[in-house]
C-alpha cells in the first residue's frame, strides 16, 4: 500500500479550509457588496432621478414661467386683439426677443379660434391648432404644457400654452412657445456622464419624447392600451407615427400610480438588453411628463464582482502564499520524519544496520533515538532469531524432506507391495508350476544345503535310487547313494562348485538301494546370495544307465559294420583285383568285364558302407575331430590324384587355383579330406565328358575360401533347396547316374557346420554348379569322440 | 610285374583265411617271401623263429588273445624288432585304436575297403 505523506496530507487539508473559507469569504464579500451597491445605485438613482427631474421641471418651469409671463404682457394683450400689421411686427419683435438663445422653435400667438395670427415661425401663421389640447385647456384659462409631434412640422415639439386675457380677465387668445426638438439634448445629454444610465421623458401616455437613446423616440415603454390609443388618435398627438412598445411595460402599468415627486424604482431583467436594470420613474412636477431613469444592474454587479474577483485574487494569493510557508514549515519539521520513514522502511526490508541521523532537537529526534535503540535490539533479537529460524527451517526442512520421501517411499512402497503381491501371486502360481513339474520330472532334482544336506527331491528319488523322500531329506546326497569315486573326480566337483562356484557337469556311477550301480549324468549349480555367498547346491541327477546301454549297442553296431561288413567287401575286392589282374591267369574280355563289374559294384559297397558310418558317426555325436597342422593345398592335390582315373575317362579338364598365402591351418584331416573328396567326385561324376572341373584356394583375414565349380548337368531349379538333405538326389542325376547315396553333400555340410563354416552354391542345370565354402582360419576345435570319420 | 633283385620277407598277421591267402598271393605274385600268422603269438614265433623279417602287415583284431596292438607294442619295444616297418591293413577304425597305432611309430594305417592290394604293396615296396 501506498501511504500518502503527512506533509502532503496537512498540506492538502489545509488548502481546502483555505478555499472553503476563501469561497465562504469571496462569496459574503461579493454578496455584501453587491447588497451595498445595490442600495447605493438604487439611492444614486433615485437621487439622480430627482436632480434630473429639479433639473428638468426647472427648465420646464422657465418655459412655461416666459410663456405665463408673456401672456401677461398687455402689449400681448392688445396684440391678440389688434393682430395688424404694425401690431404683428411689433409682437414678433417683442418676442424674438425672448428668443435670442434660439431655444424656442417658435413663439405664436393664437386667437380664441384656435389660428395663429402671430407667429415667431412664419410657417405657423395662419394655421388652426385649436386641436390641441393646450389650446383648449389655455382657452379655458389653465397654463398648459403639451407634447406633439407638429402637425406642420412633424417633428416632436413640447409646449407651453399660457391664456391670454384682456384687461377684464377675459381670454381672448393663447399665447405658446414650441422648444426646439433637440431642447432636452441640449438640458441632458451633458448630464449624462454614465453609458451605463440612460434617461427618458415620456408623456402621460408613456410614449417616449426624449431619450438619449434616439431610437426609442416615440415609443411607448410598454404596449399602450386601446383607449389611450383612441385617445392619442384624438388628440392627432402623433400624427403619421407608428408608436411602437418597449420593453418596459412594468413601468408603463405604473404609471397611473404614481405620486409626485416620488421615485418608484424597479427592478427588472430586460430580455432585450439581456441584462438586469434599475428602472426609476418619476413624474416631473406638476407636468404631464415623466422622468425615466435606467441603469444596467449588471453593470453594478460586475463591480461588484470586479471587487469580488479582486479580494478573492488577493485572497487565494495570500492563501498561496500560507500554503508555501506552510509548505516550508512543515517540510522543514517533517524531514527528520522522512529520515524516520526511511530507516522504518529499511528495517521493515531487513536492514538492521541503518544509522539515525535524525538531528532534529525534538519529539522526532527523540523517536529516532529509541528507533535506533529498537533497532539494536531488534538486531541482536533477529540476529538470535534468524539463527534459530535458520535452525528450525532446517530442521523442518529435513523433516519436511524426510516426511516427503517417506511419504514417496511409502506410496512406492505400496506400489510395490502391490507389484510383489502380483508378482508373488504370480510367483506362487509359476512356483507351484514349477514344483508340480520339479516334483514329476523324470529327473532327480535335489537342493542342499552348503554341506549337501537335502533340503528336497522331488518324486524321481525313488524311481532312481530307490529311497523314499521321505528317506532322503535331511541325509547327506554324498552319503547316501554315491559310490565312492577315484578322489581326483570329488576334488574337481568341490572344486568347481565351492571354490570356483560354478557349475559342474559330469558322469557318476552312483549305488542304488538294492545296491544295484548305475550310470548318472550329473549337473550341480551353487545357488549365491546377494554377497556371491553359496546358498544351496541344485543338483540334477540323469540315470543314463540306458542310454549308455544305447551308446554302446550303437558303437557295437558301428565296429560291427566296420569288421563284419567291410571284411567281405575288402574279400571280394582283393580277389577281383587279382583276377583283374591275371593273378589267377589271364582272363578273357568277358570275364575280364565281369569281374570288373564285380570289383565296380563292390567299391560301391564300400563307399555306401562308409558313408553311413560316417553319417551315424556324426548323427552321434561321436566323432572325434582331431585338429592337426593340416597343408590344405596339398590335400586338394591329393584328392585330385585320387579321382585322376575317373578325370581321365572322362577327358575332364582340371584347374587347381591357390593363393600363394594359403596358410597351414588347425584341422582334422581325415574330416577335410572328406569335404574335397566329396565335393570333387561330385564334380567329376556330374559333368559329361571334355568339361571342365575348377577349383579355387583362397583367404581374407579370417577364412578360407573354397570355390569348386564344374560344367556339370547342375542342380534344377525346383531341387536346390532339398540339396543338403540326406539321402536326396536330385531328379536330373538320379536319371542319368544310379551311383550315389545322397549323402556326401549331407556330410560336408554337417562338417563345415561343426568346423563353424558355411556352404553355399549357385547351379544352372545343363551348365554347371559352383559351390563356396568358408572355414574360419582359426581352424578345428578338438574334440573327443570314440569314432573317426573315415 | 617287376623283377626283384633282393627278395623281402614279408610277415602278414591276419586272422581271416579268405584275405590272408588273397594277401599271400598278391604279396608272392609281386615277389616277396611271405610268413603267415593268424594270432599274435604265431607272429613272436615266426619273428623269433625267423631271422630276417623284412615288413610287418598286420591286422587289428586277431584269432587269440591278443591283437595288433599288442603284437605292435611288443615288437616296439624289441631291440631286435622295432625297426621293421609296420603296416597296419584294418577295417576298424576308431580313431583312438588309429592314434594308438601311429604313436607306436607304425608306417601307416590302411582301411581294408578301401584299398587295392597292389596301392598298399607299392607303399610297402617304397619303404623298403
Known amino acids: 500500500m501506498r501511504f500518502k505523506s503527512i506533509n502532503k496530507k496537512i498540506i492538502t487539508t489545509v488548502a481546502v479550509v483555505l478555499l472553503i473559507n476563501s469561497v465562504i469569504i469571496i462569496s459574503a464579500i461579493t454578496f455584501i457588496t453587491y447588497d451595498k451597491m445595490d442600495k447605493q445605485k438604487t439611492s444614486d438613482l433615485n437621487e439622480l432621478a430627482l436632480e ?205 400610480n404614481l405620486k409626485n415627486n416620488e421615485v418608484s424604482i424597479y427592478k427588472f431583467f430586460d430580455a432585450t438588453d439581456k441584462e438586469s436594470e434599475l428602472i426609476s420613474i418619476l413624474p416631473i412636477n406638476n407636468y404631464p411628463l415623466f422622468l425615466i431613469t435606467e441603469n444596467a444592474s449588471w453593470a453594478l454587479s460586475i463591480d461588484a464582482i470586479s471587487l469580488a474577483s479582486w479580494s478573492a485574487s488577493i485572497i487565494l494569493l495570500s492563501q498561496l502564499l500560507i500554503l508555501i510557508i506552510l509548505y516550508f514549515l512543515i517540510s522543514k519539521n517533517l524531514k527528520p520524519l522522512k529520515e524516520l520513514e526511511k530507516m522504518a522502511k529499511g528495517v521493515t526490508a531487513g536492514d538492521l544496520e541503518i544509522k539515525n541521523n535524525i538531528i532534529s532537537g525534538d519529539e522526532i529526534e527523540e523517536l529516532g533515538i529509541s528507533f535506533s535503540k529498537m533497532t539494536t535490539k531488534l538486531k541482536d533479537y533477529y540476529g538470535d532469531l534468524e539463527e534459530k529460524v535458520l535452525e528450525r527451517t532446517k530442521a523442518l526442512n529435513e523433516k519436511n524432506d524426510y516426511l516427503n520421501n517417506t511419504k514417496l517411499a511409502t506410496l512406492n512402497i505400496l506400489d510395490d507391495i502391490k507389484d510383489e503381491k502380483n508378482k508373488t501371486d504370480l510367483l506362487a502360481k509359476d512356483l507351484e508350476k514349477f514344483k508340480l513339474a520339479l516334483d514329476n520330472a523324470s529327473d532327480l532334482v535335489t537342493i542342499t544345503d552348503i554341506e549337501g544336506i537335502i533340503l528336497y527331491c522331488n518324486q524321481s528319488v525313488e524311481k532312481i535310487t530307490g529311497y523314499s523322500t521321505k528317506e532322503s531329506l535331511g541325509k547327506k546326497a554324498g552319503t547316501l547313494w554315491a559310490q565312492p569315486m577315484p578322489t581326483s573326480y570329488y576334488e574337481k566337483l568341490w572344486k568347481t562348485i565351492k571354490t570356483d562356484k560354478k557349475t559342474f557337469d559330469g558322469e557318476i556311477k552312483n549305488k542304488k538301494k ?110 572325434a575331430v582331431d585338429p592337426e597342422p593340416t597343408d590344405v593345398v596339398k590335400m586338394v592335390e591329393d584328392v585330385f590324384n585320387e579321382l585322376k582315373p575317373g578325370i581321365l575317362q572322362k577327358k575332364l579338364k582340371t584347374n587347381f587355383d591357390h593363393a600363394k598365402d594359403i596358410p597351414i591351418i588347425q584341422a582334422d584331416p581325415k574330416l577335410f579330406r572328406i569335404v574335397f573328396q566329396n565335393l570333387l567326385s561330385n564334380a567329376v561324376k556330374y559333368t559329361p565328358e571334355a568339361g571342365s572341373i575348377t577349383l579355387k584356394l583362397t583367404r581374407n583375414t579370417k577364412n578360407l575360401l573354397i570355390e569348386v565349380s564344374d560344367t556339370g548337368y547342375g542342380i534344377p531349379k525346383q531341387d536346390q533347396a532339398r540339396i543338403f538333405q540326406k539321402l536326396f538326389r536330385a531328379e536330373n542325376v538320379r536319371e542319368k547316374d544310379t551311383e550315389g547315396t545322397g549323402l556326401g553333400l549331407y556330410i560336408i555340410k554337417s562338417i563345415i557346420d561343426h568346423a563353424g563354416g558355411k556352404i553355399s552354391f549357385k547351379s544352372e542345370e545343363n551348365k554347371g554348379t559352383t559351390f563356396f565354402l568358408e572355414v574360419p582360419l582359426i581352424g578345428m576345435k578338438k574334440k573327443d569322440g570314440d569314432k573317426k570319420i573315415e | 610285374m617287376p623283377t626283384i633283385l633282393e627278395t623281402k620277407t614279408i610277415l602278414v598277421v591276419e586272422d581271416e583265411k579268405p584275405l590272408l591267402d588273397a594277401i599271400r598271393i598278391k604279396l608272392e605274385k609281386s615277389g616277396f617271401s611271405v610268413v603267415t600268422a593268424r594270432t599274435a603269438e604265431q607272429a613272436y614265433g615266426l619273428l623269433e623263429d625267423i631271422n630276417k623279417i623284412d615288413v610287418i602287415w598286420l591286422d587289428h583284431y586277431l584269432l587269440g588273445k591278443e591283437n595288433g596292438l599288442d603284437l605292435v607294442v611288443k615288437i616296439k619295444s624289441h631291440e631286435a624288432w622295432k625297426s621293421i616297418p609296420v603296416f597296419i591293413v584294418s577295417n576298424t577304425a576308431s580313431a583312438d585304436k588309429v592314434k594308438s597305432y601311429i604313436n607306436l611309430g607304425v608306417n601307416k594305417y590302411y582301411i581294408k575297403a578301401n584299398y587295392r592290394l597292389d596301392n598298399i604293396i607299392t607303399d610297402i615296396r617304397e619303404c623298403l
Open chain 1, 514 to 623: 538294492n545296491g544295484d550301480l548305475y550310470d548318472a549324468k550329473i549337473t550341480i549349480s551353487p545357488v549365491l546370495n546377494d554377497k556371491l555367498e553359496i546358498e544351496f547346491f541344485i543338483g540334477i541327477e540323469r540315470d543314463i544307465t540306458h542310454e549308455k546301454m544305447v551308446d554302446k549297442t550303437k558303437t557295437e553296431f558301428v565296429s560291427l559294420a566296420s569288421h563284419q561288413l567291410r571284411t567281405p567287401l575288402s574279400s571280394i575286392n582283393w580277389y577281383a583285383e587279382m583276377l583283374l589282374a591275371g593273378d589267377g591267369g589271364k582272363l578273357n574280355d568277358e570275364q575280364s568285364s565281369f569281374v570288373k563289374e564285380i570289383y565296380t559294384g563292390n567299391q560301391r559297397m564300400v563307399e555306401l558302407v562308409n558313408s553311413l558310418l560316417n553319417v551315424s558317426r556324426l548323427e552321434l555325436g561321436t566323432f
Open chain 1, 52 to 256: 434630473k427631474s429639479y433639473k428638468i421641471s426647472s427648465y420646464l418651469k422657465s418655459s412655461s414661467d416666459l410663456a405665463k409671463h408673456l401672456a401677461n404682457f398687455p402689449e400681448i394683450s392688445n396684440w391678440t386683439q389688434n393682430p395688424n400689421e404694425a401690431n404683428i411686427q411689433e409682437a414678433l419683435k417683442f418676442l424674438n426677443n425672448f428668443n435670442m438663445n434660439k431655444e424656442y422653435a417658435a413663439l405664436y400667438i393664437l386667437n380664441n379660434d384656435g389660428v395663429a395670427i402671430i407667429s415667431t415661425e412664419p410657417t405657423f401663421t395662419g394655421n388652426n391648432y385649436s386641436f390641441r389640447p393646450y389650446f383648449k385647456e389655455a382657452l379655458n384659462g389653465k397654463a398648459s404644457t403639451y407634447v406633439a409631434v407638429g402637425a406642420t412640422s412633424k417633428i416632436q415639439g413640447y409646449y407651453f400654452a399660457e391664456p391670454i386675457k384682456n384687461a377684464s380677465g377675459q381670454v381672448i387668445g393663447v399665447l405658446s412657445l414650441k422648444l426646439i426638438p433637440d431642447a432636452f439634448y441640449r438640458l441632458l445629454d451633458k448630464e449624462i456622464d454614465n453609458k451605463d444610465t440612460h434617461l427618458m421623458i415620456t408623456d402621460r401616455y408613456g410614449v417616449i419624447i426624449y431619450s438619449d437613446l434616439k431610437e426609442r423616440m416615440l415609443s411607448s415603454l410598454g404596449s399602450l392600451a386601446l383607449s389611450i390609443k383612441d385617445q392619442i388618435t384624438t388628440e392627432k398627438k402623433y400624427i403619421g407615427i407608428d408608436i411602437k412598445p418597449l420593453q418596459y411595460q412594468k413601468a408603463q402599468d405604473s404609471l397611473n
